[in-house]
């Protein structure tokens, strides 16, 4: 890694607490992360971030519509990406845009964090500044514009591991009474199985679509490519996907491809047992993206084309027998299977 980088993240910081009103002590990011996180047009409340997503941007200009208005009906407009844990993750993923070789910790302790409620209501503000330009763009759909002071869907996979703040099933929960929520997206490493634990034993903190990034078909492949911090990462994994199997909501596995690396036909089997344990709804898999902090960590050679992910994912298909090609969207690099016996369809008006 180029130690010269001008990347702030690069240089460790050991965890900041702030003292509130009520005694309570609780997690903040440095004012220098906080201060470059906002110069990139993030909304920065204590240890949680809310940014307004381009496809969010290019919906409200009328430029088009991420995959996932496409694949699952979600509004564009008034989608709200969000994270209560900005800028922590156990995983330090090759293929990951965002810098993440600071990272240090591993934990975040429930009596060091602020509530679920704080955390949406002050994001939700946040988002309404950011969002307060656009009044003034010429090309601006006023209509979008006002529906999308209060979002009908919420994506949570900003930035970091979400599963790390420990309420985030109360946060789901919170989001569920907002009069306008229709769907809640998660997305998350799987790397704490008690996550899931806990969704299983309240199915009020189910979000709609439960998403596991699975980028790995094999232990070896998991440590070079994954790199969790915790020494038992791939068990985590693996502990994870059992109980993911059981949950009475909409599942899906990611896989970002990276050339050369993670998407041989050599690796079909590995990848089917692992499909398998977690029996998901859904497979989203997509190409992995040459931007941002990634570039110093992969060359340009291994981001593959949309062709290369398209016959991946349906030689894929073939080989598993219980997943059919449905569709895809060639500007995001993503093509998406589904389990043929899975109670829950794809719109196809939508595609």
């Known amino acids: 890694m180029d130690e010269k980088s001008d990347a702030i993240f690069y240089r460790r910081w050991d965890n900041i607490k702030e003292e509130k009103s009520d005694g309570t002590k609780v997690l903040r990011l440095p004012q220098n992360v906080v201060d470059s996180l906002e110069k990139k047009h993030y909304g920065v409340f204590g240890h949680s971030a809310v940014q307004v997503c381009g496809w969010t941007k290019k919906s409200l200009t009328g430029k088009g519509v991420c995959y996932k208005e496409k694949f699952y009906g979600i509004e564009c407009h008034s989608c709200m990406e969000f994270s209560p844990a900005a800028m922590w993750c156990q995983q330090n993923c090759t293929f990951c845009w965002r810098p993440m070789e600071f990272m240090k910790y591993v934990e975040i302790k429930a009596d060091e964090v602020d509530n679920s409620k704080e955390i949406v209501d002050n994001l939700l503000i946040k988002r309404k500044k950011l969002l307060s330009g656009f009044g003034g763009h010429p090309d601006a759909d006023l209509k979008k514009l006002k529906e999308a002071q209060n979002p009908s869907h919420f994506a949570i996979s900003l930035s970091g591991e979400p599963s790390m703040y420990p ?3 109360k946060i789901v929960e919170y989001l569920k009474t907002l009069p306008k929520t229709k769907s809640i997206f998660i997305v998350t490493n799987a790397q704490i199985p008690e ?11 189910l979000p709609t679509q439960l998403y596991i990034s699975l980028d790995s078909p094999t232990e070896e492949i998991f440590k070079k490519v994954n790199l969790s911090l915790n020494k038992n990462g791939w068990k985590r994994l693996h502990t994870s996907l059992e109980i993911f199997s059981r949950l009475n909501t909409r599942r899906l596995f990611r896989f970002t491809l990276i050339k050369g690396v993670n998407d041989l036909e050599s690796q079909f089997e590995d990848y089917k047992k692992l499909i398998e344990l977690g029996k998901p709804d859904f497979l989203e898999l997509k190409g992995f993206v040459y931007i941002g902090m990634a570039r110093k960590r992969h060359t340009k050679e291994q981001s593959p084309t949309y062709l290369d992910v398209e016959e991946f994912a349906k030689k894929f298909a073939n080989y598993l027998g219980n997943y059919e090609y449905v569709t895809s969207a060639p500007n995001s690099l993503i093509c998406l299977l ?3 016996e899975s109670k829950y369809q794809i719109k196809l008006d939508n595609i």
């Not at 806990?198 to 903190?205: D, R, T």
């Open 195 to 205: 996550f899931f634990e806990k969704l299983e034993k309240n199915p009020e903190s």
């Open 167 to 169: 309420h985030l099933d």
């Open 338 to 340: 589904k389990r043929k």
